[in-house]
């Protein structure tokens, strides 16, 4: 049967040139257009006129996978925008590091600040990026690296803000050479945070993840997103945490991560001395720079496990959970979640950027905060906590370090001109829970090999395979079992208007899937 295959590529290949003349650089032309274009009902119709033209499926990844990228200056940062999901435009930054060549796959690194709360975008964000470590350690280690800002709205974790990280790795994608299997999330507080979840939640564009004083919680919390600890056994995360973080220390978070080790996550976890900052850089960035070179991703993973509630979380890799079925979970289906105990002292607000007066410029205000109960607000100048004058952010930590949970506070704010007292009480003591549950989830946990993929599933109602012809040999049958039933038995083809679909949602020319096998279990 090879042998046969074979034949008739090697005939297709030399009647090519004399049925068809200038049919390559036909198709090529088009495919150079289309990896041009935007989205849009021009370039679907582009991808079927491709799909008919007899192009072979071979030979379009071929020359999609030796794209050629323009130059660009090195060891500059440039500054781009992209439209967002709520029609608003936000502003990244790309930085190109010294020496980049545009013929050599170069790994990236998606950098994400933290306060992403706020209300505003920060003021000035090239200067921001320029002077930022992150830009310090993606130059000293030879990485291009994606910038982008969040604020109120388009944080880590909601939809506007995770559509706008995913939209700015295709557009570097599309104008520098990366390198697929080496994409970085590096990221502090909020950053942090978001390694977590997007571990959780999205991460087949990743290699591995890097939480610095993160809390594995808040894309659940917060976000109201369905997170669960198995997933991160898919991609590795590098976690950190300090012992006196005001927000997260690591008496608090070293619960969470013992629970998602026992979960099958794949996590390294290192604690230091230190607050809420980054004290233990030089110590610590050498070894994630080794770790990152110690971990590129693992394209086409022969074991999976995944788990969502909701369809539009449901893809990892090469396997997507599409439907969930309303029955009881498997007897192997646990949930991993655990009751933290919230002890920090936060009054509830946001600070605004660029106040350079004394005291501190209230720039949003936490609903259900202990600020939302005392009336604090937007605008408000807080000059004065308890009998301590406030001129600046250490003062009001001062102030907290006296505090416990449920304390009366007292605040002093300047309104229009106007001194106005505030009291109130901190919130007390409590629990919650690290993951919300609102829905029930579907879990499968999958192995191929040799054209054979087993799945354990739980609550598995329908899900799809992507094909890679790496991964499936595609001349043999596709056996999928499913709790030992067989699902599928079947030879694939290779579908190019999918693949070209497929590579232009993801950028992605190290996993140019060719087709996508659809299962609804009875």
């Known amino acids: 049967m090879a042998r046969y295959v074979l ?62 990228f323009p130059a660009i200056a090195g060891g500059e940062a440039y500054l781009r925008e992209n439209l967002c999901l709520d029609d608003v435009t936000r502003p990244w930054v790309l930085y190109v590091p010294t020496g980049y060549d545009p013929a050599e796959p170069t790994p990236l690194l998606v950098a994400l600040h933290g306060g992403v709360s706020r209300p505003e975008i920060r003021a000035e964000p090239l200067e921001e990026v320029r002077d930022s470590g992150y830009t310090a350690f ?48 590096l990221g502090f507080s909020d950053g942090g945070s978001a390694g977590f979840g997007h571990a959780m939640l999205v991460p087949s564009d990743y290699a591995a993840f890097f939480a610095l004083n993160g809390h594995m919680g808040v894309y659940s919390l ?88 909701r369809p539009e979380y449901g893809l990892c890799r090469w396997f997507s959970i599409d439907q969930m079925a309303i029955r009881e979970a498997a007897d192997w289906h646990r949930d991993y979640n655990t009751v933290l105990v919230d002890e920090t002292i936060t009054v509830g607000f946001v600070p605004a950027d660029g106040y350079a007066g004394e005291g501190i410029l209230v720039g949003s205000v936490v609903d259900d905060s202990a600020a939302d109960d005392i009336g604090l607000l937007a605008g408000d100048i807080i000059v004065r906590a308890g009998d301590c ?46 993951f919300k549950r609102e829905l029930p989830s579907a879990r499968a946990n999958l192995q191929f090999s040799a ?6 599933g739980s609550r598995l109602s329908a899900f799809s395979v992507r094909v890679h012809p790496q991964m499936i040999d595609l001349t043999h049958n596709l056996v999928i079992n499913v709790d030992g039933e067989c699902v599928y038995d079947a030879v694939v083809e290779p ?19 060719v087709a996508e096998v659809q299962v609804v279990l009875p």
């Open 222 to 309: 917060d976000g109201d997103l369905p997170t669960y600890a198995p997933n991160m056994a898919n991609t590795p995360v590098y976690a950190i945490t300090t012992f006196d973080d005001e927000l997260y220390p690591s008496n608090r978070m070293r619960p969470t991560i013992e629970l998602a080790l026992a979960a099958g996550a794949d996590i390294t976890y290192y604690e230091h001395e230190g607050q809420h900052d980054l004290t233990y850089g030089d110590v610590e960035f050498p070894k994630i720079a080794a770790f990152m070179d110690r971990h590129p991703r693992e394209p086409l993973p022969a074991r999976l496990t995944w788990e969502t509630a």
């Open 451 to 456: 054209n054979r993929i087993e799945i354990q």
């Open 389 to 434: 004058e406030i001129i600046d952010g250490d003062d009001l930590w001062k102030y907290k370090q006296t505090l416990q949970r449920g304390d009366y506070i007292e605040l002093e704010v300047q309104r229009d001109d106007t001194l106005v007292p505030l009291s109130g009480h901190l919130p007390d003591i409590s629990g919650y829970l690290l």
């Open 138 to 185: 993606a130059g000293e280690h030879g990485m291009l690296m994606a910038f982008p800002f969040g604020q109120e709205g388009a944080s880590w974790w909601d939809e506007v803000g995770m559509t706008n990280i995913r939209d700015i790795i295709r557009a570097v994608k599309t104008e520098c050479n990366v390198n697929d299997d080496r994409v970085y999330m």
């Open 7 to 68: 034949m008739v590529a090697i005939l297709v290949v030399a009647l090519a040139g004399t049925i068809a003349p200038g049919w390559a650089a036909d198709w090529q032309a088009q495919v150079d257009e289309l990896l041009a274009m935007g989205a849009g009902s021009e370039r679907d119709a582009l991808v079927d006129e491709i799909a008919t033209s007899g192009a072979n499926w071979q030979d379009v990844a071929a020359y999609i996978q030796e794209i050629e």
């Open 495 to 513: 579908d190019l208007a999918y693949m070209l679909g497929n590579f232009l949602a993801s950028r992605d020319r190290k996993l140019l899937y």
